[in-house]
Nanobody, 125 residues
Framework: VQLQASGGGLVQPGDSLRLSCAASGRTFSGGNVGWFRQAPGKEREFVGG????????FYADSVKGRFTVSRDNAKSTLYLQMNSLKPEDTAVYYCAAAPRGILSTIKRPSSYDYWGQGTLVTVSS
C-alpha cells in the first residue's frame, strides 16, 4: 500500500483547504484510515479518521466542526476538508491507513501501518 498526500499550502486565517490522499494497492474499505498532523517541536496528533467498514467518523476536539474527513472508494482517495483555518492548524499533515485497525485504536498513531509522505499546511496572515 502506498499513500500519496497532497493539497497543502500557505493560506490566511479563516481560509479553507482540502487535502487529498490517494492510495495504491488497496481501497479504504476496512480497518481505520485517518489524518494526523505534526507541528514543529510537537508530537504527531490525531486530526480525524473514519472506520473503513461503516464509515463512522471521529475528530479531535480542536478541529471538530471545522474539518471533515471523507473518502471516494472509486478513486481510492481520502480527503480532509479544512475550513476556518487558524494559525495553530499549521503543521505537516499525514494520511495513514490501518487495514486491520480496530475502533479503540483509531486515534493512536502507532496503530497505523501505512503513512503518506506528509503535506505542509501553513496558516498565516
Amino acid at each position: 500500500v502506498q499513500l500519496q498526500a497532497s493539497g497543502g499550502g500557505l493560506v490566511q486565517p479563516g481560509d479553507s483547504l482540502r487535502l487529498s490522499c490517494a492510495a495504491s494497492g488497496r481501497t479504504f474499505s476496512g480497518g481505520n484510515v485517518g489524518w494526523f498532523r505534526q507541528a514543529p517541536g510537537k508530537e504527531r496528533e490525531f486530526v480525524g479518521g473514519l472506520r473503513g467498514s461503516g464509515g463512522a467518523l471521529f475528530y479531535a476536539d480542536s478541529v471538530k466542526g471545522r474539518f471533515t474527513v471523507s473518502r471516494d472508494n472509486a478513486k481510492s482517495t481520502l480527503y480532509l476538508q479544512m475550513n476556518s483555518l487558524k494559525p495553530e492548524d499549521t503543521a505537516v499533515y499525514y494520511c495513514a491507513a490501518a487495514p486491520r485497525g480496530i475502533l479503540s485504536t483509531i486515534k493512536r498513531p502507532s496503530s497505523y501501518d501505512y503513512w503518506g509522505q506528509g503535506t505542509l499546511v501553513t496558516v498565516s496572515s
